[in-house]
């Protein structure tokens, strides 16, 4: 694996070294020993599955609230996506700057993503799948959101939006209260 710092403190691109023959490829997109040399020290305890059928859909920005932060590490394993992450460490020397990259089956690229931020993808083609690895349980009552096209971090979506679900077009905007987490 080679881990490639984002412009956002403390998140990484990851890219997977693959051994091919002619029935494949293998590759480690996990191991313990490498990710302690980044700081990750924490347990995957939860893995999810996303399936996305529609292109342009957005799916964001979420994340939870403390004490339920979570470190997340995801990849796209069918079509492409392009994966956003913003800052919302309070602390942060990137506090409400955003960072996105584009996560497809084809490139093999994984993204991680540490406690702190919120996250949020864009469907580059239609029928996208995500593998979700996150560091705590998931809590409803701790689950928050920041909207997609919030004014104050003017994410640049490649695609007009075609299909959100209702909690993400209701996310509060930054300017309702919110001081960093």
Request: glycine share 6%; net charge negative; with cysteine.
């Amino acid at each position: 694996m080679i881990f490639t710092p984002t412009s956002l403190a403390g998140s990484y691109v990851i890219d997977l070294e693959t051994t091919s023959d002619e029935r494949g490829w293998f590759a480690r997109y996990y191991c313990k020993k490498e990710f302690e040399k980044i700081g990750h020290t924490k347990e995957w305890v939860q893995m999810n599955h996303s399936f996305t059928a529609k292109k342009a859909t957005i799916r964001g920005m979420h994340f939870q609230l403390h004490p339920y932060k979570e470190i997340k590490m995801l990849r796209c394993i069918a079509g492409s996506v392009y994966d956003v992450i913003i800052d919302l460490r309070k602390d942060s020397e990137t506090f409400l700057q955003w960072a996105g990259v584009e996560l497809s089956a084809a490139n093999k690229k994984m993204l991680y993503i540490p406690e702190g931020f919120a996250h949020g993808f864009q469907c580059l083609e239609d029928n996208c799948e995500l593998i979700y690895h996150h560091s705590e349980f998931y809590n409803p009552d701790a689950e928050s959101g920041i909207r997609y096209n919030d004014p104050a971090i003017t994410i640049k979506w490649p695609l007009p939006v075609t299909v959100l679900s209702p909690r993400d077009e209701n996310h509060s905007l930054l300017t309702e209260n919110f001081k960093g987490i």
